[in-house]
């Protein structure tokens, strides 16, 4: 993989070629068989762009999707390849603000005829979402921010109105925390996109929560519409969060047998320690 740095992407086979990231977000298509490189990809990350991130310059891989490999990159790019070949074939900025510590380390994922991406940099003061693009053009589809802006303007949805309430005596609303950087996962018989969330910025709710409250959507587990990017439910694993223990770790979708009733559950193990079983169509 040309570094002796962290890595961290999961491979994707299609028709015997793996395709998947190293370092700096490079993208590699892999014979599986002989293990010959058939082409490589460099999207060219700035190297100053390392100090923005909190853990390594690493990508945890790609998504496909017909003739595309489509990835983010640790400068906040989303960008199209032609599978074959590796050329662009779109590349666009997901970044609200390029002036704030934003980043992508996480794999996008494919549902229907959109790709869905979330950020990195809660560490560093920003404001965590997840948008949808268009996997065709790369037009932005929807965002869904995971945490209010300033209560003096306007709400980009409604569901942000009821979370502004849950922050109190807040010093800056300018960048809360709580980005989607890792799991995400997909009910196609629901027709619902489960992402996961994570800390607060900065980490102790004393300082960015004075008054206290749950601090919505921090430490959570969305379940979105993903046609439109509506709030169907949420879950919070520890409220208030002070801790960094985020609700990004993987989330799984199963079939089980509780209390002798078939469930459709989301599983998840986050970060504090809780092993967690929800009805994945309403997040009891």
Not at 63 to 70: E, K, L, S
Not at 199 to 223: T, V
Request: proline share 5%.
């Amino acid at each position: 993989l040309q570094s002796t740095r962290g890595s961290e992407a999961t491979p994707i086979m299609v028709d015997g070629t793996l395709y998947l990231t190293s370092t700096w977000a490079r993208v590699l298509a892999v014979d599986a068989v002989s293990g010959a490189v058939k082409w490589r990809f460099d999207p060219q990350v700035p190297r100053s762009w390392a100090r923005r991130l909190c853990c390594d310059v690493v990508n945890r891989g790609v998504a496909v999707w017909g003739d595309r490999v489509i990835f983010g990159t640790l400068d906040g790019r989303l960008i199209s390849l032609n599978r074959a070949s590796g050329e662009v074939v779109w590349e666009i900025d997901t970044l609200i603000d390029r002036n704030r510590w934003y980043s992508i380390t996480g794999a996008p994922r494919i549902v229907k005829d959109k790709v869905i991406i979330g950020n990195g940099g809660a560490e560093y003061g920003v404001r965590g979402y997840v948008s949808a693009y268009a996997v065709d053009s790369g037009e932005l589809a929807w965002r869904f921010f995971t945490v209010p802006g300033d209560p003096e303007q306007p709400f980009e949805h409604p569901e942000l109105q009821k979370a502004a309430a849950t922050w109190e005596g807040v010093p800056d609303w300018s960048g809360l925390g709580g980005t989607v950087w890792d799991s995400m996962a997909y009910d196609a018989e629901q027709n619902l996109l489960y992402v996961g969330t994570g800390n607060g910025s900065p980490w102790s709710r004393d300082k960015r929560s004075a008054g206290g409250g749950d601090n919505l959507f921090l430490a959570s587990i969305l379940a979105l519409n993903p046609d439109t990017g509506e709030l169907v439910w949420h879950y919070q694993t520890p409220t208030g969060d002070n801790w960094d223990y985020t609700a990004t770790q993987q989330i799984t979708l199963a079939d089980l047998m509780i209390d002798g009733e078939p469930r459709k559950v989301l599983l998840q193990a986050p970060k504090n320690g809780f092993f967690y079983v929800l009805d994945r169509t309403d997040g009891e």
